[in-house]
């Protein structure tokens, strides 16, 4: 198994900065891909952004130029620096891993438990 944990998130006015950190932790175990994906109240979860372990980024188009995803393949972490935040940006925030457990064959994801940004006007 491989444990997912967020930390950073919190309420922060228009136009400020939010920085999310993640970890996962576990055994024999190799990870894919990292990413952060979100949840506004009363809608889907979509994604942020993911990097995969050669370091490849993908953003969605309205956070593209206002967050960066930084990853750490030796520590398994991934952060989201967060900028410009606006009030659409608010939601619980959710770190996904896809991992693959030994023999590393077959994927799996792991999701975080969460942690909430509120950004207000």
């Known amino acids: 198994q491989v444990q997912v944990v967020e930390s950073g998130g919190g309420l922060v006015q228009a136009g400020g900065s939010l920085r999310l950190s993640c970890a996962a932790s576990g055994s024999a175990f190799r990870i894919d891909a990292m990413g952060w994906y979100r949840q506004a109240a009363g809608k889907q979860r979509e994604l942020v952004a993911t990097?995969?372990?050669?370091?490849?980024?993908n953003y969605a188009d309205s956070m593209k130029g206002r967050f960066n995803i930084f990853r750490d393949n030796a520590k398994n972490t991934v952060a989201l620096q967060m900028t410009s935040l606006k009030p659409e940006d608010t939601g619980v925030y959710y770190c996904?891993?896809?991992?693959?457990?030994?023999?590393?064959?077959?994927?799996?994801?792991?999701w975080g438990q969460g942690t909430q940004v509120t950004v207000v006007s």
């Open positions: 990097v995969n372990s050669d370091g490849i980024t």
């Open positions: 996904h891993a896809r991992v693959r457990l030994w023999p590393f064959i077959s994927v799996h994801d792991s």
